[in-house]
């Protein structure tokens, strides 16, 4: 079993920078790729970004560029540091946790969630 808990969320202004993390328990934390998904009223959790154990990480269009998923494997912890800001990243931000060395984009294919986080960007 693994619980996840991410912190970081608030209000900015648009073009402003948020940093979220999510601390992860367990002992196997590194064995798992993580995750960032997030949900705006009344549309579907979407994909952000994801990385496996090390390597390479991945990203939805929408954020390339702007956007970093790292992770601490000493520390249990994922982050993802969001910069220039939109409006339209308004969301609740969700970390995951996939028991697979593999990334993925799909919310289906995590096992583990955060509660999430609120970002909330105003123009």
């Known amino acids: 079993q693994v619980q996840l808990v991410e912190s970081g969320g608030g209000l900015v202004q648009a073009g402003g920078s948020l940093s979220l993390s999510c601390a992860a328990s367990g002992r196997t934390f590194s064995n798992y790729a993580m995750g960032w998904f997030r949900q705006a009223p009344g549309k579907e959790r979407e994909f952000v970004a994801a990385?496996?154990?090390?390597?390479?990480?991945y990203y939805a269009v929408s954020v390339k560029g702007r956007f970093t998923i790292s992770r601490d494997n000493a520390k249990n912890t994922v982050y993802l540091q969001m910069n220039s800001l939109k409006p339209e990243d308004t969301a609740v931000y969700y970390c995951?946790?996939?028991?697979?060395?593999?990334?993925?984009?799909?919310?289906?294919?995590?096992?583990?969630w955060g509660q999430g986080t609120q970002v909330t960007v105003s123009s």
């Open positions: 995951a946790a996939r028991v697979s060395v593999l990334v993925a984009s799909t919310p289906s294919d995590y096992d583990y």
């Open positions: 990385m496996p154990r090390s390597g390479n990480t």
